[in-house]
């Protein structure tokens, strides 16, 4: 396959021209060039950026499919650009075991749509009284994340252990933190004592970056995520955890952003059903708009394509260790086309996802994707899942 007419975009370029793929994989890069002929796709001067990897999102199967389930979550971290989705595991059975993981791991890839990482549970169906752990060592051959996220994590002994065995096996401890603030900073002092590679969930104030800015000058290996609802969205009661912060906490949310302390752009993707929105439960549908989202605030704040680049996709793929995120020789040809200029209305009758609950309905944002490629097949083309 071979793209052209495109204007194409990572981390660290900005150009135009094409891209020949072979077998998946990125062959070769053209600056200025022009290709034609048989199998050449022509990308229309739109742009063709790196796919998303998403650190952070919520597919709800096992057990909670009338939420969502794989096909659907799938499809739609398609529609908005992702090829790679890390699924959490607060589902029903917890995702806590070797074998758990396996299944739910076969089930996503036979759909054939975006990969998943399963994210495995750190304690033993999420308890944190007890703290009994997983088994680290042997799910790590299915996974390079662990996460309780959706519930707190404060026993220190469980700490203690996630930490010593994210050290010596290497993978990431993605820590969702309640009270926010309070709970980043143990386990950033954690952290220091314990060493591993921690990463703070959805942070959503001032301080919490404040805390974070200085693990990250004690040298720590420490990152953390943004949603876009975080930016997005503040002073609105809509129910998502951590809730939508004030104006100030954004404002230092996107001053951490230009200053490169905050890592990843995560989606949080928490499909719910009206019913379980009207009982008070947190969570942002969000997936297949993420992008225009981010696309909006970072060009409404003077925050380069590239720096969004970087942070929807080379950190996280770095982060989670997959040969994906840039547009390079060698790289998984993992690619989305996007129309930058165009304007268009969150519309949650168009979603994929069976989760249509976001207080952005009706918003107007800027940046859409038109077609996204995982290993340089057409997945998702113009409005449809293509299979
Ligand atoms: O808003 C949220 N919803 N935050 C979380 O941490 C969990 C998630 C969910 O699972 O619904």
């Not at 992702?82 to 595991?89: E, G, R, V, Y």
């Not at 890592?263 to 719910?272: E, G, L, Q, S, W």
């Amino acid at each position: 396959m071979k793209i052209s007419n495109v204007r194409i975009i990572d981390a660290n370029k900005d150009f135009k021209g094409s891209i020949v793929i072979e077998e998946g994989i990125v062959k070769e890069v053209l600056e200025n060039q022009v290709l034609e002929g048989e199998g050449v796709l022509d990308g229309k001067g739109m742009c063709l950026m790196p796919s998303f990897v998403d650190m952070h999102a919520h597919m709800r199967e096992p057990g909670f499919e009338y939420k969502e389930n794989l096909e659907t979550g799938l499809s739609a971290a398609l529609r908005g650009g992702f090829t790679q989705i890390c699924a959490m595991a607060n589902t029903n059975p917890v995702m806590d075991s070797f074998e758990k993981i396996k299944k739910n791991l076969e089930k996503a890839r036979k759909l054939e749509l975006a990969d998943m990482i399963q994210v495995s549970a750190v304690t033993r169906d999420f308890e944190d009284e007890s703290g009994k752990t997983v088994d680290f060592e042997r799910i790590r051959e299915l996974t390079p994340i662990f996460s309780n996220d959706g519930k707190n994590m404060a026993n220190m002994k469980a700490m203690e252990e996630a930490l010593t065995k994210s050290a010596q096996l290497d993978f990431v401890l993605s820590c969702h933190c309640e009270p926010e603030t309070e709970m980043t900073d143990k386990y950033i002092e954690a952290a220091g004592r314990w060493g591993g590679n921690i990463h703070i969930c959805h942070i959503s104030k001032k301080e919490t970056l404040e805390a974070i800015i200085k693990g990250k000058n004690k040298g720590l290996s420490l990152t953390c995520e943004v949603t876009p609802h975080h930016i997005f969205g503040w002073e609105n009661p809509y129910p998502v955890a951590p809730p939508l912060a004030a104006k100030e906490d954004v404002d230092a949310l996107i001053m951490g952003i230009k200053d490169g302390y905050i890592d990843v752009c995560a989606t949080d993707h928490a499909p719910h059903t009206a019913e379980d929105k009207k009982n008070g439960m947190p969570g942002i549908s969000n997936i297949e708009y993420a992008f225009s989202v981010y696309h909006t605030v970072f060009e409404g704040n003077g925050i380069s394509i590239n720096r969004l680049s970087e942070m929807m996709s080379e950190k996280p793929a770095k982060i989670l260790g997959l040969n994906t995120g840039t547009i390079d020789p060698g790289k998984e040809a993992n690619l989305v086309l996007a129309d930058l200029d165009r304007e268009y209305v969150i519309d949650t009758n168009e979603f994929l996802s069976k989760g249509k609950n976001t207080p952005f309905e009706g918003c107007k944002v800027k940046g859409k994707i038109e077609m996204t490629i995982k290993r340089g097949v057409v997945k998702y083309d113009n409005g449809q899942i293509i299979r």
